[in-house]
């Protein structure tokens, strides 16, 4: 196609480009527009190499002359202009997310790598803050994604957008190194399944963590679980002696750090009423003459630890579920601890971290906080990473204006059909600072004015017209390369990750719900709307039969 | 973790782990394994280096001692052992992808990017192989999926596992440069609406192809176009003038590859009974006494270059149709050219090359086989290289032998209990030549023997037992890594390609049809099975009440 553009003498047109989506992702009426920073750096780096060159020599048809690869290899993206949503913000069908100006073929040279770029990081940035905000403010959310990621950029590019959405931190290392996120992770089950005895423990002490004095763990751990197997009317033998010596080999790498996994062996027990302290009734038992209990027999042994870390003067963290029924499951954990922590007065062991992982997603963590969970933090691998939801962000790039004359690509599909010519959109916000809609304009009409109404129409329904007095303006796109630079300060990672949360805050409740959220409006001037329509009807030929 | 094994003195300690899935994806009953050559090269490549250790060091908890780092910075992959099963083999649940030997802390610290490289590697080339499946042979499968894709290295490791799977080429010019993998395209709507008019045609004229006379393709295209328009009884009004200029313009770049996108202006005209020839009445046509006919009005154009190339010595390729019904698209655009080449006795262009794309997938080929069309390439983007239908593989990294001891992970979800011990597994063939079933043994047991029969014993359930006579004996993995070094010669890409369709070849049809497969045969020896059972036993504790 560059090829095409450069033999017809089309490549010094000036054009300009629309990259945009048009439709939300996930059932929602919202998006995070993320991977600026990346595309800015792409421009700044993009040229053909010689062997790029080279390739290209081998691969196309003989005929291609030589002055195309001269050419080829001499472009850069000097004179190409971009306009550009903050990245962080949150954004709409249809509005343009960058706005390309520059010689035809090198910007569009450009387009699969922008819609790259852009596409994946957005889409991640999205899934992210729909799960903090299923999960609320108060809850740790860490993405454990890599190892089902779509390859190992695909893992790097979900620690950093999902950190951008709102996540806390990343088990993936590279990424804590690459972009400064807070790296955060347990033990696997191979951890405990590791240990088979108490006898394979080569270190066993510790020092007090005030005192400095060395004291035996594993002979406290095992006097904590006899006391505690009493004290919680659990069979010692229940639980695992291997899983124990991990937990105390644990503990003693990361006396400070002690999070331990529950589940690895046999997860679940289950007593009859005679046996066993009533930790929490399942509520929904189906049979409700016989008192069934549930209890993770890990948490036996964490308790022990936990209660001999304690006597050394530390603080277990907390633990991990990986399996069964969450919601129960960590109620039965905390009540646990609170019994423990009381009878022992250890009042801070009340408040452990509860981690939960195992194929959660958005819907887990909306039905879970229906049913009432004790759960401080979850840990989000597969659903997170590649969006199982939906996998792809549909952005496209498309040709509005060439040689100052506008562009539409007509469609069957009315959704399908381009807002033609180059555009300035505003955001327009009423008096309680939320967001009223987005507005298309056309670069040579005036902006809105605050107070000043204004007449939004829908883009292809001709009744649907509205006037919006804004009480804030907002100029949506600014200039973020020019002259071969890039023209803004880029924010630190940090500062997009408010962005996000600040953005959304400007987006009333009813666009953020989880279901039938409603739609953002997104209008036109009546200028443009009558321009759109206009070459419209000159763009489509007159047929016999409609 | 690494950490707490050094810290514990375990990091010497040899184990081994199996990686492996547990449930084929996209429904199905078979799987492609892909990414070895990667992780081989992973395994090449593997350590710490200087500002990894740095980021540890500032990142870990004050306690580590210095002696981890150093150990850290020295450890490599030399006394790992990586046995695995041969890239582009037909793989199945449970049984080991790869089997990996050696300390405990490095295997372990392999085990987050080994399943990176293997899980999205052997997805998408499954997802590929069974996109060809659907296609058969003779279409040809074209990958166009690098915008979509999750993140720039998600688009690279999709053109390449697609093509492994049996794509036959990409639109990613860099896996084309990086894989020496065939690459097309075709050109975009934005490249038709470049154009507005004929005027803007710089160049006209082109070379005839023998003869070398320079001639005008314009002109030509005009005279084509007003003869074809009255033989297809089509109004000239209805085709854009800015796309004939486009796709001669195309055309004159490139004269042997010239392929148009026939739907950039409104792509579908409708007409009446008394208006335009029969092309193809459609056959669930609602309303009989009308005869309405459907019309793609890009084609007057291609038909009327096409011709003008043809005068000039040359042969269009083709249409790529983007949009609206393909199947009912591609007949009536099969029939057009049928109608003009048996006209003007044109009879290569008859056979022009029809691509369709558009959000194909697995089940719209399949769907697009019952109705019945007439197109000879797809060009697959997001649902190929996201499997929309599946985005992950759930491969895991399992802990199944320590210091020579076996170990087990328990579950209350039978499926999730793991196999223990390294083992050897088989695959036995039947007289026919296809896979019987995947046997696991124990390593000491003897091969199952050609001709002797071999008792097979589900791995769960007791009563499922069978005895097999394997007309054939393949033992399933090879020895990749040994003392530091890849252990085998790596195929080419196109080795790997064709073994994935041999190795199709030795399944049953039943194991691979869309619908309903039945699952094929994974099993293990009696000692194996009596191995397990005894061992899980022993690790679940018995408790009050099952």
């Given at each position: 196609m560059a090829y095409a553009y450069w033999k017809s003498g089309k490549h010094h047109e000036k054009a300009v480009f629309d990259l945009f989506f048009r439709k939300n992702p996930f059932q929602g009426e919202f998006t995070i527009f993320a991977g600026l920073e990346e595309v800015l750096t792409f421009l700044r780096n993009f040229s053909y190499s010689e062997s790029d060159i080279e390739y290209l020599r081998v691969t196309m048809?003989?005929?291609?002359?030589d002055e195309f690869f001269e050419y080829l290899s001499s472009?850069?993206?000097?004179?190409v202009t971009l306009y550009a949503v903050d990245e962080g913000k949150v954004v709409f069908p249809r509005v343009p997310l960058m706005i390309l100006e520059g010689p035809l073929i090198v910007v569009q040279l450009l387009e699969t790598t922008l819609l790259n770029l852009v596409n994946y990081a957005s889409l991640i940035a999205t899934n992210a803050a729909r799960y903090r905000m299923a999960a609320g403010r108060k809850i740790q959310l860490l993405e454990f994604g890599l190892r089902r990621a779509q390859g190992p950029d695909g893992g790097l590019s979900a620690s950093k957008y999902a950190y951008i959405g709102g996540?806390?931190?990343?088990?993936?290392v590279l990424a804590g190194k690459l972009y400064n996120i807070p790296v955060k992770g347990t033990h696997a089950h191979s951890y405990i399944s590791s240990?088979?005895?108490?006898?394979?423990?080569q270190i066993e002490t510790l020092q007090h963590k005030e005192s400095g004095e060395v004291m035996n763990l594993k002979d406290r751990s095992l006097v904590w679980r006899e006391l505690l197997s009493r004290e919680l009317n659990i069979?010692?033998?229940?639980?695992?002696d291997g899983e124990l010596a991990a937990y105390i080999s644990f503990a003693i790498a990361f006396p400070t750090g002690f999070v331990a996994l529950?589940?690895?062996?046999?997860?679940l027990k289950v007593y009859q009423?005679?046996?066993?302290?009533?930790?929490?009734?399942?509520?929904?038992?189906?049979?409700?003459n016989n008192n069934y209990y549930y209890y993770l027999s890990g948490l036996l042994n964490f308790c022990a630890v936990a209660m001999g870390l304690n006597d050394l003067g530390y603080r277990a963290l907390g633990i991990r579920i990986d399996s069964g029924d969450l919601a129960y499951l960590s109620c039965v954990a905390r009540t646990t601890f609170v019994t423990v922590a009381e009878k022992f007065n250890v009042e801070w062991l009340e408040h452990v971290q509860i981690v939960a992982s195992n194929d959660i997603n958005e819907e887990t963590i909306i039905s879970l906080n229906e049913q009432g969970h004790k759960i401080d933090c979850f840990g989000i691998g597969t659903h997170l990473v590649?969006?199982?939801?939906?996998?792809a962000l549909g952005c496209v790039f498309k040709l509005v204006e060439i040689n100052g004359e506008a562009k539409i690509k007509l469609s069957q599909?009315?959704?399908?059909?381009t807002c033609p010519g180059k555009k300035t959109v505003y955001r327009l916000y009423g008096e309680d600072g939320h967001a009223l809609i987005d507005l298309m304009h056309r670069t040579q009409e005036a902006a809105p004015e605050c107070g000043s109404r204004v007449l939004c129409r829908h883009p292809f329904q001709e009744s649907k017209r509205a006037y919006v007095s804004p009480a804030q303006v907002e100029?949506?796109?600014?200039?973020?390369?020019?002259e071969g630079k890039i023209q803004q300060k880029l924010p630190e990672l940090t500062e997009i990750r408010d962005r996000v949360s600040s953005s959304l805050q400007t987006l009333r409740q009813d666009h953020k719900r989880n279901l039938n959220p409603t739609p953002y409006k997104v209008g036109v001037t009546d200028d443009l709307y009558n321009f759109l329509h206009d070459l419209w009807l000159q763009n489509a030929p007159i047929g016999e039969l409609f």
């Amino acid at each position: 196609m560059a090829y095409a553009y450069w033999k017809s003498g089309k490549h010094h047109e000036k054009a300009v480009f629309d990259l945009f989506f048009r439709k939300n992702p996930f059932q929602g009426e919202f998006t995070i527009f993320a991977g600026l920073e990346e595309v800015l750096t792409f421009l700044r780096n993009f040229s053909y190499s010689e062997s790029d060159i080279e390739y290209l020599r081998v691969t196309m048809a003989d005929t291609v002359e030589d002055e195309f690869f001269e050419y080829l290899s001499s472009i850069s993206t000097t004179d190409v202009t971009l306009y550009a949503v903050d990245e962080g913000k949150v954004v709409f069908p249809r509005v343009p997310l960058m706005i390309l100006e520059g010689p035809l073929i090198v910007v569009q040279l450009l387009e699969t790598t922008l819609l790259n770029l852009v596409n994946y990081a957005s889409l991640i940035a999205t899934n992210a803050a729909r799960y903090r905000m299923a999960a609320g403010r108060k809850i740790q959310l860490l993405e454990f994604g890599l190892r089902r990621a779509q390859g190992p950029d695909g893992g790097l590019s979900a620690s950093k957008y999902a950190y951008i959405g709102g996540f806390d931190g990343t088990s993936n290392v590279l990424a804590g190194k690459l972009y400064n996120i807070p790296v955060k992770g347990t033990h696997a089950h191979s951890y405990i399944s590791s240990y088979s005895s108490l006898a394979e423990l080569q270190i066993e002490t510790l020092q007090h963590k005030e005192s400095g004095e060395v004291m035996n763990l594993k002979d406290r751990s095992l006097v904590w679980r006899e006391l505690l197997s009493r004290e919680l009317n659990i069979l010692q033998s229940e639980a695992s002696d291997g899983e124990l010596a991990a937990y105390i080999s644990f503990a003693i790498a990361f006396p400070t750090g002690f999070v331990a996994l529950v589940d690895t062996y046999d997860v679940l027990k289950v007593y009859q009423g005679s046996v066993g302290q009533d930790i929490l009734p399942r509520e929904n038992n189906n049979n409700n003459n016989n008192n069934y209990y549930y209890y993770l027999s890990g948490l036996l042994n964490f308790c022990a630890v936990a209660m001999g870390l304690n006597d050394l003067g530390y603080r277990a963290l907390g633990i991990r579920i990986d399996s069964g029924d969450l919601a129960y499951l960590s109620c039965v954990a905390r009540t646990t601890f609170v019994t423990v922590a009381e009878k022992f007065n250890v009042e801070w062991l009340e408040h452990v971290q509860i981690v939960a992982s195992n194929d959660i997603n958005e819907e887990t963590i909306i039905s879970l906080n229906e049913q009432g969970h004790k759960i401080d933090c979850f840990g989000i691998g597969t659903h997170l990473v590649t969006c199982q939801r939906q996998p792809a962000l549909g952005c496209v790039f498309k040709l509005v204006e060439i040689n100052g004359e506008a562009k539409i690509k007509l469609s069957q599909d009315v959704e399908k059909v381009t807002c033609p010519g180059k555009k300035t959109v505003y955001r327009l916000y009423g008096e309680d600072g939320h967001a009223l809609i987005d507005l298309m304009h056309r670069t040579q009409e005036a902006a809105p004015e605050c107070g000043s109404r204004v007449l939004c129409r829908h883009p292809f329904q001709e009744s649907k017209r509205a006037y919006v007095s804004p009480a804030q303006v907002e100029s949506l796109h600014k200039l973020y390369w020019d002259e071969g630079k890039i023209q803004q300060k880029l924010p630190e990672l940090t500062e997009i990750r408010d962005r996000v949360s600040s953005s959304l805050q400007t987006l009333r409740q009813d666009h953020k719900r989880n279901l039938n959220p409603t739609p953002y409006k997104v209008g036109v001037t009546d200028d443009l709307y009558n321009f759109l329509h206009d070459l419209w009807l000159q763009n489509a030929p007159i047929g016999e039969l409609f």
